[in-house]
């Protein structure tokens, strides 16, 4: 077992770290306050191949593979957590066209989106009644001759109403998972209607609306994969997007980690630095003992995808304990800082904020232990 980065590796997250402290970090504050989508940064890191890691390079992507997304993931996340997410989406969804699109479908859309071009992709499951069950979905696509007519609502829809290239699940039959279908929709289409952002608790600067589809069109063309194929391509993303918030988490939970160290370096009670006393030395020890099994689960599993094993108890298991971990440590870090913890002069409030959200998005912990306990049966026999 070799814990060695290799030098793709080593660059990509060297890049992802400097362009995180240079251009991501010192506009996290405002960002979150003004609650502004970072448009202009998806461009430049489409120039830097941070929204094609692994996407080949004759799509334009940087063909660094999953361990080197975790790692970037983990550098911009660290940073700001609202850009990481637009990061993620667009990743996941240039991935999957990658995987499963046809050769005009990926020339056309994969290198709009890891370029940059479509300023990010968005993943269009989830709707009002619909959520951890995306069966139970109503958007329903009707053959019209050479279109596809799509109408109904998604919900939750991250960078949804600013996403050029957008990947939308719907019913084209009546038979649960087997009727869902996957269609390629263009940001601006007649009959597409992105609804007001969302007022979140966290994650402020990441678009969240509704998208409303009343009778919209778009070509024959368009259907992703084969027909009735949608649920199967629906958990092969989310199997990939788990790694991806597994990282955020972490990246999230190192920042809140580095944020309580530089204050218990500096803030003193009773004569000396907070950070002599044994309570606080006990917290920061295992703050970072959970970071680094977090860091090591993710590792794990976008190793095996890099390897193409099957990797969807591994993703489900990092997903879980880093998201559940973000949150922990996150609130020690409040904690670490007193009454300045809960005010936005210090950074960790909004890490806590931003963290709480990783719990839920991508399959809840509540769906990420259904998923574990299935494989670990399923490999008993």
């Known amino acids: 077992m070799d814990f060695e980065l290799s030098e793709t590796q080593r660059l990509i997250r060297d890049t992802a770290r400097q362009y995180a402290k240079d251009v991501v970090a010192p506009r996290a504050r405002q960002t979150d306050r003004e609650h502004r989508f970072p448009a202009d940064l998806y461009k430049q890191m489409g120039e830097l191949g941070l929204l094609g890691v692994n996407v080949p390079e004759a799509l334009g992507g940087a063909a660094a ?7 970037a993931m983990m550098e911009i996340a660290a940073a700001c957590a609202s850009t990481s997410v637009g990061m993620a989406v667009t990743n996941m969804c240039a991935e999957l066209i990658t995987q499963f699109g046809t050769d005009e479908q990926k020339d056309r859309h994969v290198r709009r989106l890891v370029s940059g071009e479509a300023v990010a992709g968005a993943f269009a499951l989830s709707e009002p009644h619909a959520g951890s069950d995306p069966g139970a979905g109503k958007t329903t696509a009707v053959k019209d001759g050479s279109r596809w007519i799509l109408n109904g609502t998604k ?10 290239v957008i990947v939308v699940w719907a019913r084209t039959s009546n038979d649960g998972n087997k009727g869902l279908s ?20 966290g994650l402020r600067g ?4 509704s998208l409303t589809f009343e009778s919209c069109a778009v070509p024959e063309g368009n259907l992703l994969g084969k ?3 949608g649920f199967k391509l629906a958990m092969t993303a989310l199997d990939g997007g788990r790694i991806g918030i597994a990282s955020q988490a972490c990246g999230v939970g190192r920042a809140a980690i580095e944020a309580s160290v530089r204050y218990a370096k500096e803030r003193k009670a009773f004569g000396q630095p907070i950070g002599d006393f044994q309570a606080l030395r006990f917290m920061l020890a295992d703050m970072q003992t959970q970071l680094s099994a977090a860091e090591l689960l993710a590792w794990r599993a976008a190793a095996m995808k890099d390897q193409k094993r099957p990797f969807t108890r591994e993703a489900s298991m990092a997903k879980l304990f880093a998201s559940e971990m973000s949150n922990r440590l996150c609130d020690r870090a409040v904690q670490i800082h007193g009454g300045y913890g809960y005010i936005d002069e210090f950074p960790v409030e909004r890490y806590l904020r931003d963290a709480r959200v990783q719990t839920i998005y991508e399959g809840t912990s509540e769906i990420q232990r259904v998923v574990i306990a299935r494989e670990v049966l399923k490999a008993a026999g």
């Open 65 to 71: 593979g999953a361990v080197s997304y975790s790692l």
């Open 227 to 229: 027909l009735g194929d």
């Open 182 to 201: 996957c269609f390629i929709v263009e940001g601006g289409t007649p009959g597409l209607t992105a609804g007001k952002p969302e007022e979140k608790m």
């Open 155 to 164: 919900q939750w829809i991250t960078s949804g109403a600013y996403a050029g």
């Open 206 to 209: 990441s678009n969240t609306v």
